[in-house]
């Protein structure tokens, strides 16, 4: 009797395309791996609009949903109007209480709205943004990744992480997160799996972990 294949869908981290998940590998005869992409949001698209279009581009039923730092608020969003398989959320946060204090105070003063995001074909505003990092050696590697640079999808996709309103975790997702994440700093209590010596990029230079870890966690019965 052959395996039931399980598919897995990826969904990268706000402005990254989804080579980074180029080194995870799975064993071929239990899943299928399949990546999303970021698409451009509609003027004024609510959160819960863009993830309704996202999930029109999953063709499986029954599957697994894993989505990094913004793509891991984008899968939370997701899960609310599709049946899973599971949910992980890596490198993200699990409710709006997380989120990092200088995001609260752009919550409250929309100081977001004027984000010189004009300026991302500067690579390290970039990075700084969505990896937590400043661009040293490392630009090559940031330009490889980076690649979602439109300033609509980048005021969007800043408004959409400061704005997130879910007050509690999804009690159903699996929650990953590094214990040196330098973007989401608040975000390794309570029920999440903690990663030694992750960072905000463990998905590409941890992928190991993911590697050995992923299917017993997909195979593990709830």
């Not at 819960?48 to 039923?61: D, F, L, Q, T, V």
């Not at 599709?82 to 003063?109: C, G, N, Y």
């Not at 500067?122 to 990744?145: M, Q, S």
């Not at 973007?183 to 050995?212: L, P, Q, R």
Request: with cysteine; charged share 25%; proline share 5%.
């Amino acid at each position: 009797m052959t395996k039931e294949i399980i598919h897995i869908y990826l969904m990268p981290g706000m402005a990254a395309n989804p080579t980074i998940f180029e080194h995870i590998k799975l064993p071929e005869d239990q899943f299928k791996i399949h990546w999303l992409e970021w698409m451009m949001p509609e003027p004024k698209e609510s959160l819960e609009s863009y993830a309704k279009r996202m999930i029109a581009k999953i063709e499986h039923n029954d599957v697994v949903l894993l989505g990094v730092s913004f793509g891991g608020i984008l899968v939370q969003e997701m899960s609310k109007y599709m049946k899973l398989r599971k949910l992980f959320v890596v490198s993200s946060v699990k409710s709006k209480h997380e989120l990092p204090k200088r995001m609260k105070i752009m919550k409250a003063t929309k100081a977001y709205k004027i984000l010189p995001t004009q300026l991302v074909s500067n690579i390290d505003f970039l990075a700084k943004y969505a990896f937590g990092e400043t661009v040293t050696k490392r630009v090559e590697l940031y330009k490889k990744y980076l690649s979602v640079s439109d300033k609509r999808y980048l005021d969007w996709a800043i408004e959409n992480v400061i704005e997130w309103d879910q007050e509690e975790p999804n009690p159903d997702a699996i929650y990953i997160h590094g214990d040196k994440d330098a973007i989401f700093t608040h975000s390794c209590h309570g029920n999440c799996i903690v990663v030694k010596g992750g960072t905000h990029i463990m998905v590409i230079n941890k992928y190991k972990w993911f590697n050995e870890n992923l299917p017993k966690l997909i195979l593990e019965e709830p």
